[in-house]
Structure formats: structure tokens, C-alpha cells
């Protein structure tokens, strides 16, 4: 029995003394991979950049206090490299899976280099000559640079491309440079797993691309969700809510293109302004909720009033998603909006039957419109004064008056010439329809 303990605890002892080495190579907290990738006659060329430190599983060759051993590394490195890069990343021609790389040179970087601020300066970095082996360098300092090569049908195919390196560390910044041959350059830069990315997207790509984004920006934003249920609960007749969410949709649409388009002012403190006046937008419906909610034609134009405010918030969200569009700014940002208004279909889809039921068996319709609006308002305040604070941390200078802020002053100006415009006509035609309407309704009131 005492044999039997003792050699449990040896065989512990021996665990945790393999393991050590494992738990000492932490995953790191930042990682930025930086890549190139450029399409020449049949071959796909993708140059690589990533820290040494997040390939992990890889007892790299040390010398001393812990430098990288370059005279013995070069093998390491290629390993390392096969692992991490040429299984990993995945590359389509067309609708086709590329297959694995050839990996046709590694090269040990130090931070400092620059190498990579080009494709040519970084090739010629990668086939050119190695750091010299008396270099005293930490191995966890150092920078992997691979260059791999595809073999293709074509340089003028459709490219798309997976990195999969997301899993090198917690938070993974990836920027990748697309190159064809036309001379074109398309830039991207995003955070952890973006999926497959099309390179140069046709226009239905892009489209269906922001389409999602819409559908699931609205279901995940929760000041828009509470919006909208501000909305919904005094409304519940889809007809008069296909009015007011219209007006919402067509109010962001404005702002957001405008804002896509560099229209926007790109002032430290607009983003948080925005923010707060959404805030404050929730806490107003709730309130009016309470209070007693005003008629169709009078929330719709509050509606717009608020869906202003509302399309810069989205155009915060869109700003990284945009490079995803390729050459089709204007039919990713139609496409955009088109998926925020099947999320908003969906929400309403769910939360009227739900408030519906709700007020026929659980409480009284009146009640329950105070006591969820009172919920809402309560969120909305809290929300409304924390990002109060955080505005007011944002010095407000006053624009310079010049020859720029007059176009730009211009341009707004008609801007809102034409919203006030369509606001008009919009009312004036739903006012015609109510008076040659042989049952006028009456103002749908909570209290009523």
C-alpha cells in the first residue's frame, strides 16, 4: 500500500515537472500577423509575418539566458512554420480549395525590422541574407517570416482566403494586403476569426456579405432592440408599425451613407455624442410610453427624427466591415440596411404576439405599458449618464471656419433640405389619406 502511494506521487511529481515547460509558454495576450498576397501568371505568392512566441508546441533552440539559437533554428522555424501557416491557412481560386503551399524560405526578423511595410521590401527581406548567428536575441522577441507559394490557373481569378491564425493568441490582429495584377491594392485589417474573405467580391458577394452584417447587427445591438420596443408597445398593429420602422429605416439610411461617404465629422467626441443621444432617444420613447403615447403620425416623425441619430451609431459598427466591401461602397451599405430592416421585421415578428398574449392574460394593457416602459427608461437613463461621462471627457474645439467646413456646411444643408422635404410630403400624403378616409380613426392612445 505504502509502495503503491509512493509511486502515485512519483508518477504526480514527473507530470508536473514535464508540464512545466508547457505551462511557461503561455499564450500571448496580442498578436499581429501582418501578409501579403500576390497573384503572378500560375502561382499565388503569400508572404507571412508572425511573432515566434505565439507558435507554441515549438521547443525553439535556446542558448543562455534564453536567445534564440540561429545557428540551429532554421529547422525549428520551418516546422513551425508548417504547422502554424502552410496547414493552417486556406486559399480558393474561384470555388476552389488551393492545395498546401510550397514553403520556400523562413527567416528569423527582429521586431525593429521594416521590412514589411511593402511586398517588394519584404520578399527581398525573406531572400536575402540571415541575421548572423553571433545575434544575441531574446526567442521570444524574434519575428517568423515565411514566403509561401500557391499553384494557380490563373492571376486574374477570383481569390478568397482563410487565415485561420486567429488561435496564435487571446486577441489576434490580422493585416492583410491583397495585390493583383492590375496594380490595385486592397487593404485589410480585422480582430480574430473573419471567415472566408473575399479579396477582390463580386457585387451579390458584398451584398450578401452586409446583408448579414445588417440581420445580425440589430439582433445583437441591444440599445436598438429596446428601441424598437419602445415602438411596439403602445403600436401593435403591424400596419401602423410598418410606418414608424420604415421611417427609422429610411431616417439611418441617410446618415449612414452620408457618414460612409466621409461626410460625417470625425471628431474625437462624436462617436460618444452619438452615443449619449441614443441614450437619451430610449429614454424618451419610454417616457412618452408612460405618459401616454401620441398618435401614428406624430411617432413617425419622431421615429425619423431619432433614425438620424441612430445611422451614425451604425456607421461606428460598419467602419471595419467596410473594407469587406471591395468596389461596392454604395451596394454594401444598401445591403446593410436592407438586413437591419429583416431584423427589425423579425423583432417586431416576435415581440407583438408576445406583448399581445401578455396583455390578455397577465396584465392589464395599461399597466403593463408602464411598468415595461419604466423598465426601459431605467436602463436607458443609466446608459444615458454613463456615456455622459465618457463625453465629457472629450474637449469640444469649435470648428475652424474655412473654405472646407463651408462645403461641408453646404452639403449637410442640402441634406437636410431634402429630409425636411420628404418628411413634408410623407406627412401631407398620409394626412390626404386620413381625410378622404370614410372612418377617420382616432389617435391610438395607450389610455384609450
Not at 137 to 149: F, I, P, R, Y
Not at 273 to 283: Q, R
Not at 416 to 440: D, F, I
Request: hydrophobic residues 50%; charged residues 20%; neutral net charge.
Amino acid at each position: 500500500m505504502r509502495f503503491g502511494s509512493a509511486r502515485l506521487a512519483s508518477l504526480l511529481l514527473l507530470g508536473v515537472t514535464i508540464a512545466i515547460p508547457s505551462i511557461a509558454h503561455d499564450i500571448p495576450n496580442d498578436v499581429t500577423v501582418q501578409m501579403f498576397l500576390r497573384p503572378s501568371g500560375d502561382k499565388l505568392d503569400l508572404l507571412v509575418r508572425v511573432p515566434v512566441k505565439s507558435m507554441r508546441d515549438i521547443d525553439f533552440p535556446k542558448l543562455g539566458p534564453g536567445y534564440l539559437d540561429l545557428a540551429r533554428a532554421d529547422q525549428f522555424l520551418r516546422d513551425a512554420a508548417t504547422v502554424w501557416l502552410v496547414r493552417a491557412i486556406e486559399v480558393d481560386e474561384g470555388n476552389s480549395r488551393l492545395p498546401l503551399p510550397r514553403l520556400l524560405a523562413v527567416r528569423p526578423s527582429l521586431e525593429s525590422d521594416r521590412s514589411f511595410a511593402s511586398y517588394e521590401t519584404a520578399l527581398a527581406h525573406i531572400t536575402g541574407s540571415r541575421l548572423p548567428e553571433s545575434t544575441q536575441v531574446a526567442w521570444d522577441q524574434v519575428m517568423l517570416d515565411a514566403w509561401l507559394e500557391y499553384p494557380i490557373h490563373s492571376d486574374s481569378s477570383e481569390f478568397s482566403i482563410r487565415p485561420n491564425v486567429d488561435t496564435l493568441g487571446v486577441r489576434v490582429i490580422t493585416v492583410l494586403r491583397f495585390l493583383p495584377p492590375d496594380g490595385a491594392i486592397r487593404a485589410f485589417e480585422f480582430e480574430g476569426d473573419e471567415g472566408l474573405i473575399q479579396l477582390d467580391p463580386r457585387w451579390y458577394q458584398a451584398s450578401f456579405r452586409f446583408v448579414r452584417a445588417g440581420f445580425l447587427h440589430i439582433l445583437d445591438g441591444t440599445d436598438h432592440l429596446l428601441f424598437l420596443l419602445c415602438l411596439v408597445i403602445p403600436f401593435r398593429k403591424f400596419r401602423q408599425l410598418l410606418l414608424i420602422v420604415t421611417s427609422f429605416t429610411v431616417a439611418h439610411s441617410f446618415t449612414l451613407i452620408a457618414s460612409a461617404y466621409g461626410l460625417g465629422p470625425d471628431a474625437l467626441w462624436f462617436p460618444p455624442l452619438i452615443e449619449t443621444l441614443i441614450a437619451m432617444s430610449i429614454l424618451y420613447m419610454a417616457l412618452e410610453n408612460i405618459v401616454g403615447a401620441s398618435s401614428v403620425g406624430r411617432r413617425w416623425m419622431v421615429t425619423f427624427a431619432f433614425g438620424l441619430v441612430h445611422g451614425f451609431g451604425f456607421s461606428f459598427a460598419l467602419r471595419q466591415t467596410l473594407q469587406f466591401a471591395g468596389s461596392h461602397l454604395l451596394t454594401s451599405l444598401v445591403s446593410f440596411n436592407l438586413g437591419v430592416e429583416l431584423g427589425q421585421m423579425l423583432v417586431l415578428a416576435v415581440c407583438i404576439p408576445l406583448l399581445d398574449l401578455l396583455f390578455r392574460y397577465v396584465v392589464a394593457e395599461r399597466m403593463g405599458t408602464i411598468i415595461l416602459s419604466a423598465l426601459v427608461a431605467h436602463t436607458a437613463w443609466h446608459w444615458m449618464m454613463d456615456r455622459w461621462g465618457v463625453l465629457r471627457q472629450f474637449p469640444v474645439k469649435l470648428p475652424v471656419l474655412d473654405m472646407s467646413f463651408g462645403a461641408a456646411a453646404m452639403r449637410w444643408a442640402m441634406v437636410l433640405v431634402a429630409l425636411a422635404g420628404l418628411v413634408w410630403l410623407v406627412s401631407l400624403a398620409l394626412r390626404n389619406r386620413l381625410e378622404r378616409s370614410p372612418n377617420k380613426p382616432e389617435p391610438a392612445n395607450v389610455g384609450d
